[in-house]
């Protein structure tokens, strides 16, 4: 499974962006999506997960009431929309594809796409 992020962009406070993370390969639906973001110099975080079906989903809590994951496996893709952006937002967002159920731990997921800058200038 090869994974390709895009979306990320330069975005006032509050401002909202869409994040995609396309996939290549099969048995899309068979992997729980994740989205982690990196700020700079600090440590890969989890953000969001889906599950296969699309029928489980679960949040950080910074980020629970603003951000949405969802995912098309027609399409092979997931997305997570993010809403009421703040400057703490700022990272490096990542997909990453895994087959450990809802999953908030890096080490479960087994593919990951290459990163998309978000930037949220107060």
């Known amino acids: 499974v090869q994974l390709q992020a895009s979306g990320g962009g330069l975005v006032q406070a509050g401002g909202s962006l869409r994040l995609s993370c396309a996939a290549s390969?099969?048995?899309?639906?068979?992997?729980?999506m994740g989205w982690f973001r990196q700020a700079p110099e600090k440590e890969r975080e989890f953000v969001a997960v889906i599950s296969g079906s699309g029928r489980s989903i679960y949040y950080v809590d910074s980020v629970k009431g603003r951000f949405t994951i969802s995912r098309d496996n027609a399409k092979n893709t997931v997305y997570l929309q993010m809403n009421s952006l703040k400057p703490e937002d700022t990272a490096v967002y990542y997909c990453?594809?895994?087959?450990?159920?809802?999953?908030?731990?890096?080490?479960?997921?087994?593919?990951w796409g290459q990163g998309t800058l978000v930037t949220v200038s107060s």
């Open positions: 990453a594809a895994g087959r450990s159920g809802l999953s908030r731990s890096l080490d479960d997921y087994v593919y």
């Open positions: 390969g099969r048995a899309f639906s068979t992997y729980a």
